[in-house]
């Protein structure tokens, strides 16, 4: 069964003591490439560094919206510089986060409009972050969708709504934009009651898995440390809500997560590891 982890932050401190054994855990569930995405310069940096030593692995370059506030106009001309790197593939994590606040608003929303035109420039999806802030994310993104004709220039989609947070209907309309929902490992709490939904009924063409790791791990574990492995524990729970074979699922969702890096990145990612 081939899985692909399209948000995770295995790069980060959580993972130091056994990185590694966390790669070949994912591996061994059949994972067969995993996305790290940098919050700022420094983070980012760190994740196009292990992408560089795990053919595995490749990067996202961004700054989230907790970092965003003083983020100044250099740094996030080198992150675009960063983005250009060959093993970078996509720009994020951006977006808007109204749950915690921990950038003012109208920081948030420079910084997320400035990312967009990076990933605009060097022609690279975006991986959003959307936190009770569909009412603004929502019109930002279609006049951005607009600009781009619904599609990066090579036809691929824009980008993917990470820990999709929103319901069945705005889920359509992101999809209508040139989005993919990104359903995340949360999909198996008894709780997810939305999510849920989102996984039964949207098209399943527009869906990728992820786990956000070391964050929100599924119903099995919960409380303790996520990784990409248990990403097959998505796409399990996403077969039972739509009564269809896991291993149909993970060859579809991978495939979506394939075409939305791009065929170079995730090509050289399978061949080295």
């Avoid at 990470?162 to 990104?182: K, M, N, P, T, W």
């Avoid at 291993?247 to 990612?269: C, P, Q, S």
Wanted: hydrophobic share 45%.
């Amino acid at each position: 069964m081939r899985l692909i982890d399209t948000h995770s932050h295995i790069h980060d401190a959580e993972f130091d003591a056994d990185r590694e054994a966390v790669i070949e855990r994912a591996a061994a569930a059949g994972v067969e490439l995993i996305l790290a995405l940098g919050v700022d310069v420094a983070n980012s940096r760190a994740a196009v560094a292990l992408a560089e030593r795990h053919g595995c692995v490749v990067a996202a370059a961004g700054v989230h919206p907790h970092d965003a506030d003083g983020v100044t106009d250099a740094a996030l001309g080198e992150l675009e510089e960063l983005a250009r790197h060959p093993r970078v593939a996509a720009v994020g994590e951006i977006g808007l986060d109204y749950y915690r606040n921990l950038s003012p608003r109208d920081e948030q929303l420079r910084v997320l409009r400035r990312q967009l035109l990076t990933a605009q420039r060097v022609g690279k999806p975006v991986a959003v972050h959307a936190r009770e802030a569909h009412e603004d994310m929502m019109p930002l993104l279609e006049g951005w969708s607009r600009d781009m004709g619904g599609r990066l220039a090579d036809g691929r989609p824009l980008g993917v709504l990470h820990y999709f947070s929103g319901d069945a209907e705005q889920a359509s309309r992101y999809i209508g934009l040139g989005f993919v929902i990104g359903v995340h490992t949360s999909v198996t709490h008894p709780k997810a009651a939305r999510l849920q939904d989102v996984a039964r009924t949207a098209p399943i063409e527009h869906m990728v898995l992820e786990t956000d790791s070391p964050y929100g791990a599924p119903q099995s574990v919960r409380g303790r440390r996520n990784e990409p492995a248990y990403v097959a524990e998505a796409a399990a729970k996403i077969a039972e809500l739509r009564s269809m074979p896991v291993e149909d699922v993970a060859e579809i969702t991978t495939n979506n997560a394939l075409r939305l890096f791009g065929a170079g990145v995730a090509a050289g990612g399978r061949s080295e590891r």
